[in-house]
């Protein structure tokens, strides 16, 4: 199976834009969590959809949200963007979320200028 | 909510040696210990991941030991390879909930 694929993989914003990430999980699975991840506060979750709905979300503002389509493909969106916001994101994907491996897709870097 | 501890964030062994990370977790409910390694500019893979209904499980080089009472769980990964060079990150996840808390990981080192 092919694993799971996040677009872009590289992202250049400036301050108050807004960016859109995606994320297709492997065939099969259902349920696609986000993560942050940077040096100085490791990964952190943002929030985790399992058959469209959000189940869970982490603690970060609301300017961070984000979807879930029926084909389960992903996508997170970042309003008025901050300096701060420049981070690797992660999407992981599993079967569901009964004690199922979340397997890691190879992240899309944005920048934040 | 849950907090993940992970100690030491930096360490160093010669190549043959073991090396033993440690990870602390604050939520007695959390059921489900993964180990992910990630290699400079890659994504985090799972290594191995152990089940709050067992102590200790063996894949290899590597063992993951759980301590219930305590909350705490452990990495261990015999005769290093420099390939075994990368950051190590321990996470726990309750049973209530989704997500994966994450400790700030271990860059290990391995050097020949």
């Known amino acids: 199976k092919a694993g799971v694929t996040q677009t872009p993989r590289y992202l250049i914003k400036t301050r108050g834009q807004q960016v859109t990430l995606s994320c297709s999980p492997i065939?099969?699975?259902?349920?696609v969590s986000w993560y942050q991840q940077t040096p100085g506060q490791g990964l952190q979750f943002l929030f985790e959809?399992?058959?469209?709905?959000?189940?869970n979300k982490g603690n970060f503002p609301g300017r961070f949200s984000g979807r879930q389509f029926s084909n389960s493909r992903s996508e997170m969106n970042v309003s008025t963007l901050e300096l701060g916001d420049s981070a690797l994101y992660l999407c992981?994907?599993?079967?569901?979320?009964?004690?199922?491996?979340?397997?890691f897709g190879p992240g899309t870097r944005l920048t934040v200028l | 909510g849950e907090n993940v501890e992970q100690h030491p964030s930096t360490l160093s062994v010669q190549e043959g040696d073991s090396a033993v990370i440690k990870c602390t977790y604050s939520?007695?409910?959390?059921?489900?210990f993964p180990w992910y390694k990630q290699e400079l500019g890659k994504r985090p893979q799972l290594i191995i991941d152990?089940?709050?209904?067992?102590g200790e499980k063996k894949d290899q080089r590597i063992a993951v030991t759980l301590n219930k009472t305590a909350k705490h769980f452990s990495l261990h990964i015999t005769e290093t390879q420099p390939e075994d060079s990368a950051v190590y990150f321990c996470?726990?996840?309750?049973?209530?909930?989704?997500?994966?808390?994450f400790g700030k990981g271990t860059s290990l080192l391995v050097t020949p």
């Open positions: 992981a994907s599993s079967t569901d979320s009964g004690g199922d491996t979340q397997y």
């Open positions: 065939s099969g699975h259902r349920s």
């Open positions: 959809y399992f058959s469209e709905t959000q189940r």
């Open positions: 939520d007695s409910a959390s059921n489900y």
């Open positions: 152990i089940r709050s209904n067992v």
């Open positions: 996470a726990a996840r309750t049973i209530s909930g989704y997500a994966l808390n």
